[in-house]
C-alpha cells in the first residue's frame, strides 16, 4: 500500500493542509516559529525542521506529524480478512448485540499463548504479521472472556487487556491513531475488570502515549504522573511496582518534554533515575521495559526533543552495551542518537547509526517517521562528508526523495 501523498515533500504537505483556511502568518503564529521558516519549506528551500517545530506545525495544522513525514504503512488495508479493515471490524463487533458470538472460544493457556506471541511481534517490530494475527487473535480471545466461567473471568480479561493494549500500539504504528485510541480504551476498561492495580495504571501511562502522539502533550504529562501517583511506592514494594512507577515517570518525562518543559521533564527523568538505581537492573513487567537503560534511553529522548544535542549524545555514552532493551526500544534509541548526530553536522556518524538501526530492526524502521526525517536532512545536505551510495541506497529503502 503506497501513501496516501507519494512524492511529495514535507513543505507541499504543509502547505496542501494549510489550504486557503490559514494564511503563512497564521501558521507561524500558531507554530511558535517565523513565518519566513513557514515560506521556505513550502517553497521547497528548507526541508529539515527540528523534530519540535515539526511538531508543532503538525499541531497548528490539526493533523498528525506522521502526515507531514508521509510515514509508509505498507500494510493491507483493503482486504476483510486481514489488515487495518480486519483489526478495526474486529474492535467494532456487534456480535454480542447479536446474540452469536463468531471467535472460538480457546482455553486459557492458548489465549496466553495468543498475547504472548503478539506482544513478541509488537517488540520485534513486525508490524506486516500483526496485521494478520490480530483480527482472529481478538475475536478467539474476546470469545474466551464470554465463555469464561467465574473463577476464571478475571484472568481472562486481564488476556483479554494485554490483547487490546498491542493492538492499540500496533495501530499507532500503523498510522490509525483514532482505531489505536479506541483500542486503548477498550484495554482500559477490560483492565477494570482484571483486578489488578498495576495493570490498570501502565495500561493509564499508555494512554498517555497515545496522547503524546497525537500531540496532546499537557494531557499526556497529566495522565502518567496522576497515574504515578497512584502507585507510588510506600516502603518496601515488589520490584514490579518501582518498574511500572518508573515507566510512567518515564513516560511523563517525554511529555513534559515535547511540550517544552524542560525544568519539569529534567525532575521526573531524575526520580526515574532514582527509581531505576533503586531496582538496579533491567525490568520487563506489564510489556514495558524499565530499568537504567531506559532511564538513558529516554533521558536522550528529551535532549533531542529538546533540542540538546550534544547532551543527548553525552548521555548516551552511558547507555550499557548489553543494555536489554527491547529491539523496538533499542532502535528508537539508534534513532535518536543519529539525530542528534545529524542536527551537530556529523552526517558520517549519523548514517552508520542509521544503517545499525536498520540491520537491526529492518521491519520496525519502514513504520517510523523519526529514521526518514534524518535521512531527508541527510540528502539535503549530501555535499556534507557522507558516503553517498549508502545514504541514497537507505533513502530508496526508506521512501525518502534524493532529487
Same mark, same amino acid.
Given at each position: 500500500?503506497?501513501?496516501?501523498?507519494?512524492?511529495?515533500?514535507?513543505?507541499?504537505?504543509?502547505?496542501?493542509?494549510?489550504?486557503?483556511?490559514?494564511?503563512?502568518?497564521?501558521?507561524?503564529?500558531?507554530?511558535?516559529?517565523?513565518?519566513?521558516?513557514?515560506?521556505?519549506?513550502?517553497?521547497?528551500?528548507? *526541508?529539515?525542521?527540528?523534530?519540535?517545530?515539526?511538531?508543532?506545525?503538525?499541531?497548528?495544522?490539526?493533523?498528525?506529524?506522521?502526515?507531514?513525514?508521509?510515514?509508509?504503512?505498507?500494510?493491507?488495508?483493503?482486504?476483510?480478512?486481514?489488515?487495518?479493515?480486519?483489526?478495526?471490524?474486529?474492535?467494532?463487533?456487534?456480535?454480542?448485540?447479536?446474540?452469536?458470538?463468531?471467535?472460538?472460544?480457546?482455553?486459557?493457556?492458548?489465549?496466553?499463548?495468543?498475547?504472548?506471541?503478539?506482544?513478541?511481534?509488537?517488540?520485534?517490530?513486525?508490524?506486516?504479521?500483526?496485521?494478520?494475527?490480530? =483480527?482472529?487473535?481478538?475475536?478467539n480471545v474476546r470469545a474466551t472472556v464470554h465463555a469464561a466461567p467465574a473463577d476464571e473471568r478475571v484472568h481472562a480479561n486481564e488476556l483479554m487487556t494485554r490483547l487490546y493494549w498491542v493492538t492499540g500500539c500496533t495501530l499507532v504504528h500503523m498510522g490509525q491513531p483514532d482505531a489505536a485510541f479506541l483500542a486503548i480504551r477498550m484495554a482500559l476498561t477490560a483492565s477494570e475488570k482484571a483486578d489488578d492495580e498495576l495493570l490498570h495504571a501502565t495500561v493509564r501511562g499508555s494512554v498517555a502515549w497515545q496522547l503524546l502522539v497525537q500531540g496532546r502533550y499537557d494531557e499526556a504529562m497529566r495522565i502518567a504522573t496522576s497515574s504515578a501517583e497512584q502507585i507510588e511506592p510506600q516502603?518496601?514494594?515488589?520490584?514490579?511496582?518501582?518498574?511500572?512507577?518508573?515507566?510512567?515517570?518515564?513516560?511523563?518525562?517525554?511529555?513534559?518534554?515535547?511540550?517544552?518543559?524542560?525544568?519539569?521533564?529534567?525532575?521526573?527523568?531524575?526520580?526515574?533515575?532514582?527509581?531505576?538505581?533503586?531496582?538496579?537492573?533491567?525490568?520487563?513487567?506489564?510489556?514495558?521495559?524499565?530499568?537504567?537503560?531506559?532511564?538513558?534511553?529516554?533521558?536522550?529522548?528529551? *535532549?533531542?526533543?529538546?533540542?540538546?544535542?550534544?547532551?543527548? %549524545?553525552?548521555?548516551?555514552? %552511558?547507555? =550499557?552495551?548489553?543494555?536489554?532493551? =527491547?529491539?523496538?526500544?533499542?532502535?528508537?534509541?539508534?534513532?535518536?542518537?543519529?539525530?542528534? *548526530?545529524?542536527?551537530?553536522?556529523?552526517?558520517?556518524?549519523? +548514517?552508520?547509526?542509521? +544503517?545499525?538501526?536498520?540491520?537491526?530492526?529492518?521491519?520496525?524502521?519502514?513504520?517510523?517517521?523519526?529514521?526518514?526525517?534524518?535521512?531527508?536532512?541527510?540528502?539535503?545536505?549530501?555535499?556534507?562528508?557522507?558516503?553517498?551510495?549508502?545514504?541514497?541506497?537507505?533513502?530508496?529503502?526508506?521512501?525518502?526523495?534524493?532529487?
Amino acid at each position: 500500500m503506497t501513501s496516501p501523498m507519494p512524492d511529495v515533500t514535507i513543505g507541499d504537505r504543509i502547505r496542501r493542509f494549510r489550504g486557503k483556511s490559514m494564511t503563512q502568518q497564521q501558521l507561524a503564529t500558531l507554530a511558535e516559529c517565523s513565518v519566513d521558516l513557514i515560506r521556505k519549506l513550502e517553497q521547497n528551500r528548507f *526541508h529539515s525542521p527540528s523534530i519540535g517545530t515539526l511538531h508543532k506545525i503538525a499541531r497548528a495544522l490539526d493533523v498528525d506529524t506522521s502526515l507531514l513525514l508521509a510515514k509508509g504503512h505498507p500494510l493491507p488495508s483493503t482486504n476483510l480478512d486481514e489488515g487495518v479493515v480486519a483489526i478495526r471490524h474486529a474492535l467494532t463487533s456487534v456480535d454480542d448485540l447479536l446474540g452469536d458470538v463468531t471467535g472460538e472460544a480457546v482455553s486459557a493457556d492458548e489465549a496466553q499463548r495468543i498475547v504472548d506471541h503478539a506482544w513478541g511481534l509488537y517488540w520485534g517490530g513486525r508490524y506486516n504479521t500483526l496485521a494478520t494475527v490480530l =483480527p482472529t487473535s481478538i475475536s478467539n480471545v474476546r470469545a474466551t472472556v464470554h465463555a469464561a466461567p467465574a473463577d476464571e473471568r478475571v484472568h481472562a480479561n486481564e488476556l483479554m487487556t494485554r490483547l487490546y493494549w498491542v493492538t492499540g500500539c500496533t495501530l499507532v504504528h500503523m498510522g490509525q491513531p483514532d482505531a489505536a485510541f479506541l483500542a486503548i480504551r477498550m484495554a482500559l476498561t477490560a483492565s477494570e475488570k482484571a483486578d489488578d492495580e498495576l495493570l490498570h495504571a501502565t495500561v493509564r501511562g499508555s494512554v498517555a502515549w497515545q496522547l503524546l502522539v497525537q500531540g496532546r502533550y499537557d494531557e499526556a504529562m497529566r495522565i502518567a504522573t496522576s497515574s504515578a501517583e497512584q502507585i507510588e511506592p510506600q516502603g518496601d514494594v515488589a520490584p514490579e511496582q518501582l518498574s511500572a512507577f518508573g515507566s510512567l515517570l518515564i513516560t511523563g518525562a517525554t511529555a513534559a518534554g515535547r511540550a517544552r518543559k524542560v525544568d519539569e521533564a529534567n525532575s521526573l527523568i531524575q526520580s526515574a533515575g532514582e527509581v531505576a538505581n533503586r531496582i538496579g537492573y533491567n525490568r520487563n513487567d506489564y510489556e514495558t521495559a524499565f530499568g537504567p537503560s531506559q532511564v538513558v534511553m529516554q533521558t536522550v529522548d528529551v *535532549h533531542v526533543v529538546t533540542e540538546n544535542y550534544t547532551n543527548a %549524545l553525552d548521555a548516551a555514552t %552511558l547507555m =550499557p552495551r548489553e543494555n536489554g532493551l =527491547p529491539l523496538a526500544s533499542a532502535a528508537r534509541h539508534l534513532a535518536d542518537r543519529a539525530y542528534a *548526530h545529524a542536527r551537530l553536522g556529523n552526517d558520517q556518524h549519523a +548514517l552508520d547509526t542509521l +544503517l545499525v538501526m536498520e540491520r537491526q530492526a529492518p521491519d520496525w524502521v519502514q513504520y517510523q517517521t523519526l529514521p526518514r526525517l534524518v535521512v531527508g536532512e541527510l540528502v539535503e545536505n549530501h555535499q556534507r562528508r557522507v558516503s553517498t551510495s549508502k545514504l541514497f541506497g537507505l533513502a530508496k529503502r526508506l521512501g525518502v526523495q534524493t532529487t
